[in-house]
């Protein structure tokens, strides 16, 4: 029982470590400054190399954040956790010119067990959206004159994911889950105006958060075919907004505030119904493959960006994986290699031109015991989003995910002869 308790402080501890990287940035796309920002594209576990998707995925030894009614299937006794990390480069293009990009950090933290035979719960830390632009020498006039002013401007933040999934197991065949989100996080925009020998620095923040319930069933019609469906409810997201305004004139070295203000409350952020739904088939031992489609409401919050509007957006993903014999002795045989690709439309219209993109992505899971409960994934993902062509710009970035999956048995007592 001190055991145990042990592990418990050691996650309670570890969490706020966790959100403050959360913060950071993990994206360099030019399209999260839009909204809330560009949807993360990590995943928890094998996730990330399957399309995207898992509504109906279940494992005895795989946390499963896409639909909450898969905790149900944890074997009684044992513990997974899952850490993640992920790193992002990117090619951004536009008329011509292109210019690359870095950017990485922590992408996740998930643990899970059981309460009974039948039911089980998770507790994990993801993002769910990133902000990561940066927009260099942007020339404008001087309202009234002639003269032209440079401006930089700089955007970090997003939003993370802090959820608590609960999944029960009705029968043999059929489950069911429940998830509770609290969303929460800063977007961070930075803007330096330079004029002549006089400079403007303007800080704005924009700090969200709300919750969200999530709804979810899996189910098998024979073995070897399962689905899922999964359904987030709407919600919305308080904003409140702080500003700090300042200048330096004639190269004085210290600055002149000029504006502070903080706790101003904006229009709130509207997310949308999202429904969706997968099936799972397994035709033998070696294989399996997936196919998931989502639709995110998005018309209906009747929101508006700067210069873009907010359209329905449709996402299908499929993805399969491998493994020559997952229960035999030899190691190498072990392995389970995996490949998907994606298909997103978009969520966001510019001037009457849709910003979709595709993934082609694939990856491979290494055991790390005998026992096969823990796992080390690595998934590589090609995406691109937008076109060259107008005022869009073209996206290609590679996405490398790295997900330590580990299982442990806890509440066993130990036999003494």
């Given at each position: 029982?001190?055991?145990?308790?042990?592990?418990?402080?050691?996650l309670?501890?570890?969490l706020?470590?966790l959100?403050?990287?959360?913060?950071n940035?993990?994206?360099?796309?030019?399209?999260?400054?839009?909204?809330?920002?560009?949807?993360t594209k990590?995943?928890?576990?094998?996730?990330s190399a399957l399309?995207?998707?898992?509504?109906?995925l279940?494992?005895?030894?795989?946390i499963n954040?896409?639909?909450?009614?898969?905790?149900?299937?944890i074997?009684e006794n044992?513990?997974?956790y899952?850490?993640?990390?992920?790193?992002?480069?990117?090619?951004?293009?536009?008329?011509g010119?292109?210019?690359k990009?870095?950017?990485?950090n922590?992408?996740?933290?998930?643990?899970?067990?059981?309460?009974?035979?039948?039911?089980?719960f998770?507790l994990t830390l993801?993002?769910y959206?990133d902000?990561?632009?940066?927009?260099?020498g942007?020339?404008?006039?001087?309202?009234?004159?002639?003269?032209t002013?440079?401006s930089?401007?700089?955007?970090?933040?997003?939003?993370?994911d802090?959820r608590?999934?609960?999944?029960?197991?009705?029968?043999?065949?059929?489950?069911?889950?429940m998830?509770?989100?609290?969303y929460?996080?800063t977007?961070?925009?930075?803007?330096?105006i330079?004029?002549?020998?006089?400079?403007?620095?303007?800080?704005?923040?924009?700090k969200?958060s709300?919750?969200?319930?999530?709804?979810?069933?899996?189910?098998a019609?024979?073995?070897?075919?399962k689905f899922?469906?999964?359904?987030?409810?709407?919600?919305?997201?308080?904003?409140t907004?702080?500003r700090?305004v300042?200048?330096?004139?004639?190269l004085?070295?210290?600055?002149?505030?000029?504006?502070?203000?903080?706790?101003?409350h904006?229009?709130?952020?509207e997310l949308?119904?999202?429904?969706?739904?997968?099936i799972?088939y397994t035709?033998?031992?070696s294989?399996?493959l997936?196919?998931?489609?989502?639709y995110?409401?998005?018309?209906?919050?009747?929101?508006?960006?700067?210069?873009g509007?907010?359209?329905?957006?449709k996402?299908?993903?499929?993805?399969?994986?491998y493994?020559?014999?997952?229960?035999?002795?030899?190691?190498?045989?072990?392995?389970?290699?995996?490949?998907?690709?994606?298909?997103?439309?978009?969520?966001?219209?510019v001037?009457?031109r849709?910003v979709?993109?595709?993934s082609?992505?694939?990856?491979?899971?290494?055991?790390?015991s005998?026992s096969r409960?823990?796992?080390l994934n690595?998934?590589?993902?090609?995406n691109?989003?937008?076109?060259?062509?107008?005022?869009?710009?073209?996206e290609?970035?590679n996405?490398?995910?790295?997900?330590?999956?580990?299982?442990?048995?806890?509440?066993?007592k130990?036999?003494?002869?």
């Open positions: 029982m001190q055991f145990m308790m042990n592990k418990c402080f050691l309670v501890g570890f706020p470590w959100m403050m990287g959360q913060t940035t993990i994206t360099a796309s030019p399209y999260s400054l839009f909204g809330i920002g560009v949807n990590s995943n928890i576990g094998k996730n399309g995207g998707g898992g509504y109906a279940q494992s005895d030894y795989l954040t896409q639909n909450p009614a898969s905790f149900a299937d074997p044992i513990f997974l899952d850490f993640g990390l992920t790193a992002e480069l990117s090619s951004i293009s536009s008329r010119k292109e210019e990009r870095l950017a990485g922590i992408s996740s933290i998930a643990i899970a067990s059981t309460i009974s035979k039948r039911s089980g998770g993801e993002p959206s902000v990561g632009y940066a927009l260099i942007v020339e404008s006039n001087i309202e009234g004159s002639y003269d002013f440079v930089n401007v700089f955007g970090s933040g997003g939003l993370n802090l608590f999934n609960y999944g029960y197991r009705m029968t043999d065949k059929f489950g069911v889950g998830g509770l989100s609290y929460f996080g977007i961070k925009e930075t803007q330096k330079q004029s002549n020998y006089n400079s403007l620095f303007v800080e704005d923040k924009n969200y709300g919750v969200r319930i999530d709804l979810g069933f899996q189910g019609i024979v073995d070897q075919l899922g469906f999964r359904m987030r409810m709407p919600t919305t997201l308080k904003v907004h702080d700090k300042s200048k330096m004139v004639s004085i070295p210290k600055p002149e505030i000029i504006e502070n203000t903080t706790g101003e904006l229009p709130n952020f949308p119904l999202e429904v969706g739904g997968g799972v035709p033998n031992e294989w399996a997936n196919l998931d489609f989502s995110n409401f998005w018309n209906a919050t009747d929101q508006h960006d700067n210069i509007s907010f359209i329905d957006q996402v299908v993903g499929f993805g399969m994986e493994v020559i014999d997952d229960q035999g002795y030899n190691y190498w045989k072990q392995i389970k290699f995996r490949a998907g690709m994606n298909y997103d439309t978009g969520y966001l219209e001037y009457d849709t979709d993109g595709y082609i992505m694939a990856g491979i899971g290494i055991p790390l005998k409960k823990s796992t690595l998934s590589y993902n090609r691109q989003y937008g076109a060259s062509q107008g005022i869009l710009v073209e290609t970035f996405t490398f995910n790295i997900n330590l999956s580990l299982g442990d048995i806890w509440f066993l130990r036999k003494i002869n």
